[in-house]
């Protein structure tokens, strides 16, 4: 099985903090992706990767930053914490049929 | 660029009730399109998926969804609910002219079934 590993669960943060948010897959997934999941919002491409090195905004990149230094790690970067950044994020990365397999999520709350 | 379209974002079923959860895309070109879910405290995952052939596609659960293109419609159903599908349900669309298999996202349908 595919497997994609969040770092963290929960994650509680102070307004203003660099907060790092790592993601690592296992099957040697050229593309990865980085979503936040808000009630009635459904899933926000933030940032995605095609390739080590390779990034491209998504839908809603302002605030955040991404790493891709080796293929099976991609690292999501909050800047400079704030609160209307608390969320759930979701990493991802797909198989060349185009289908996603998601991590268990990080719940952040900055405060 | 592709947008997604689920039509109820709540739907509260008593178990062996009959569901259908519409989705709808705006996206001219070749399309890939999925359904996920995510149980209570689980990651998201896929439920079925179409890509080509057979309009109709059968997933895991007993869950089937219908690809009709001239309504650029992806609906799923399942005949007969159980307590156990209570879930968030997302509809997903993929177009192929897209570097990277970039996904647009329904909102989500919160189902909730009543034992």
């Known amino acids: 099985d595919v497997k994609v590993t969040q770092s963290s669960r929960y994650l509680v943060k102070r307004t203003g903090e660099k907060v790092f948010l790592e993601c690592v897959q296992d099957?040697?997934?050229?593309?990865m992706f980085w979503y936040r999941q808000d009630p009635g919002l459904g899933l926000r491409l933030i940032y995605f990767?095609?390739?080590?090195?390779?990034?491209e905004k998504g839908d809603i990149p302002e605030g955040y930053s991404v790493s891709r230094e080796k293929k099976e790690r991609f690292s999501l970067i909050l800047e400079s914490a704030s609160t209307n950044q608390t969320s759930m994020y979701l990493c991802?990365?797909?198989?060349?049929?185009?289908?996603?397999?998601f991590g268990q999520g990080t719940r952040l709350t900055v405060v | 660029a592709q947008s997604v379209s689920q039509h109820n974002h709540h739907v509260i079923l008593s178990e062996a009730a009959s569901l259908e959860l519409g989705c709808n895309y705006s996206?001219?070109?070749?399309?890939?399109l999925f359904w996920y879910v995510q149980y209570p405290g689980q990651h998201l995952q896929l439920l079925l998926k179409?890509?080509?052939?057979?309009?109709l596609v059968k997933g895991i659960k007993g869950f089937e969804a219908e690809f009709i293109k001239s309504k650029f419609s992806f609906n799923l159903r399942k005949p007969s609910v159980q307590w156990s599908d209570t879930a968030e349900y997302f509809c997903?669309?993929?177009?192929?002219?897209?570097?990277?298999?970039?996904?647009?996202f329904g909102d989500g349908t919160t189902l909730t079934v009543k034992p």
């Open positions: 997903a669309v993929t177009a192929l002219n897209t570097n990277a298999g970039k996904s647009t």
């Open positions: 179409y890509f080509s052939g057979d309009p």
């Open positions: 996206y001219g070109g070749t399309v890939n």
């Open positions: 099957m040697d997934h050229e593309n």
């Open positions: 990767s095609y390739d080590v090195k390779m990034k």
């Open positions: 991802a990365s797909i198989d060349f049929r185009l289908e996603a397999f």
